[in-house]
């Protein structure tokens, strides 16, 4: 209980909690939930990403999505080693989980995960085309840099300083997405297609939130590794979303929350 105080007293104060020993097994547990779902996020990612640089429409694509795939893996080994830090056997996971597992694209997840490891569920679907490619980029990193921000301000220095690096290169491939889906938007040969993408991957990003006002969101702020609810940072995302598109001519599609549909199907008599 008083190491329970300590700790609290330092997170209200805005101070950074730096080791293991500072830390209750509630604090431990949490934040080896977030950073693991970062850490398989960053891997899945980035071998997701490794068949399209064959698909790379010139050389210098090439190189750029070569680029993107050694920060991801950059970022994961970054993150495991955080863990590491904290006892996780890293290399056991790494052999235990199939990071390149992919379901059909015509399946829809909602916000279920199909297999034990921790990444973000849109990490299951594949990434097939060269605007599948870049719409990832634009919604995807930019969804991740979202979330991103309260790690970048969380309670856990290591991981709070960890981030300041990966924020910049999340960044940069976001501004690679929005190049490429302004140059296919304005291209009557690929806006179609950048459109049929943005159909895809737009509701699949906003799913990658969690649901408003959740009990695991609110003690994820009550501890400091998270600043804001769910919903406030899936609407950030989707206004700089919105503007962008509407800007470059694309229809931005609906997307429903998955809760939302269940409330209407009990609705529905039997």
Not at 75 to 100: I, N, P, S
Not at 127 to 152: K, P, S, Y
Request: aromatic share 10%.
């Amino acid at each position: 209980m008083e190491k329970e105080e300590r700790m609290m007293a330092k997170i209200r104060a805005g101070e950074k909690i730096e080791s293991p020993e500072e830390m209750t097994e509630e604090y431990r547990e949490n934040l080896i939930h977030l950073m693991l779902m970062q850490a398989d996020s960053e891997l899945a990612g980035a071998y997701g990403y490794v068949p399209i640089i064959m698909k790379a429409p010139n050389i210098t694509e090439a190189l750029v999505v070569a680029t993107i795939v050694k920060d991801e893996i950059r970022h994961a080994r970054v993150m495991y080693k955080l863990l590491e830090d904290l006892g996780v056997d890293v290399d056991t996971r790494f052999k235990q989980y199939d990071y390149t597992l992919r379901v059909s694209d015509k399946m829809d997840l909602g916000s279920r995960r199909v297999a034990g490891d921790a990444r973000v569920n849109i990490f299951y679907y594949p990434i097939e085309t060269w605007a599948d490619f870049v719409m990832f980029n634009f919604c995807m990193d930019r969804g991740a840099g979202h979330q991103l921000v309260d790690a970048l301000h969380c309670s856990y220095g290591p991981w709070s300083r960890a981030m300041e690096g990966i924020f910049k290169e999340e960044s940069m491939h976001i501004s690679h997405g929005e190049t490429w889906v302004k140059r296919m938007a304005q291209d009557p040969a690929t806006r179609d297609e950048i459109q049929e993408a943005l159909n895809r991957w737009y509701p699949r990003t906003m799913n990658i939130f969690g649901r408003p006002n959740s009990p695991r969101n609110k003690l994820y702020r009550k501890l400091g590794l998270k600043q804001r609810d769910n919903e406030e940072v899936r609407q950030a995302f989707a206004r700089e979303v919105k503007e962008f598109v509407e800007q470059v001519g694309l229809t931005l599609p609906e997307w429903k929350p998955e809760w939302e549909k269940v409330s209407e199907e009990a609705a529905i008599p039997g």
